[in-house]
């Protein structure tokens, strides 16, 4: 049995779609960013970094999206949603889900956490500005460089569908037109009628 | 034979490491990011990213450190840089190698490359001005929590001490004491006195 602890709208949702696609026994616990439960005692200690997804595992602990993803993923192969014996191809799914987590979620954030790397509530706004233009240009990487269809990796759904999917759910929000990407809409648009994906989304 | 994309002091040092350390064939090729290659349309058909490092691959190129260290790894077992056939060890791994990408190297990122996220002069200083002290945040997660010793995932080297080493190079210059970090400069000290870690940096 996992322990999924999530909250909504974040990036742990890829996590609670790849547990629920895989059919592992697991508990969603919510953390309720609306009053900072991620700061309170007892949440810091599960993970210190305040963040989530964590994903607590008959083996211990583990924190980051990408690793839990990788995780659920292997630890149930039959599943097929990494490739398997192929160095070549799970480095470039690697490689797609890495550009979400250090390039495209950082953008996001820079338009709703700014504090975690400016003081001065200007210089927040400043990012907050530019964050459409910032999430307009890794959706455009997106859109003509590296999504292959039909799903992220070509033939094969899997992980990066997932967080992708999670990430695009962000774009209205951000203050970007999701229908400028027509490929990333179309695939949203799958992932929305995907029963697995509707289960989640209902149970967040 | 491979061809790997590098610059001085940027995180291709790690893979560059992961190369020589696995006795791969390989030619390293320096972008000159002092000139701006890394921006001109030569670098950009290989790269359209604009970034290093950059692994050219019989299957393929390859882009984002932390998918090449993998690949890297996985296609010279041998060599024992990356744990085989144990799903959580390998995600603690890749936990812990997305913290470097995602958290750290993204606020080192905001002392020398601020115009990513902010137009405004005044914004890009204070991002600079901040940046010692999330260097410092991060550097003490690693040092207290995250680094088990005497390598970065205990009684293994691997890919995870090359990453963690390349960043911890640049805690100077982001205006950190790396000294404040015991278990880091010792980690330091005795990967450069490797002759692997010695021959690259020579070489770049």
Chains 1, 2 share one sequence.
């Not at 269809?149 to 037109?177: C, H, N, Q, R």
Request: contains cysteine; negative net charge; hydrophobic residues 40%.
């Amino acid at each position: 049995m996992y322990r999924l602890f999530y909250a909504p709208h974040s990036c742990s949702l890829a996590s609670h779609i790849a547990l629920e696609q895989t059919g592992a026994a697991y508990e969603a616990i919510k953390v309720d960013f609306g009053n900072n439960e991620q700061r309170g005692d007892d949440y810091l200690s599960i993970n210190p970094k305040g963040r989530v997804p964590v994903l607590v595992t008959p083996d211990g602990t583990l924190t980051e999206n990408l690793a839990i993803l990788v995780y659920i993923s292997q630890s149930a192969p039959e599943a097929g949603l990494t490739p398997r014996d192929d160095p070549f191809a799970f480095a470039q799914l690697l490689s797609f889900c890495t550009y979400l987590s250090s390039t495209v979620h950082v953008a996001h954030a820079h338009g709703v956490r700014g504090y975690r790397w400016a003081d001065d509530p200007a210089a927040i706004s400043e990012m907050k500005r530019k964050t459409p233009e910032s999430m307009s240009e890794c959706f455009e990487t997106i859109e003509t460089r590296l999504f292959r269809g039909p799903w992220v990796m070509g033939e094969d759904y899997g992980i990066a569908d997932m967080y992708l999917f999670t990430i695009a759910s962000w774009l209205k929000a951000d203050g970007v037109d999701p229908n400028q990407f027509p490929r990333v809409a179309d695939h949203r648009a799958r992932m929305l009628s995907d029963p697995v994906v509707k289960k989640v989304i209902a149970a967040q």
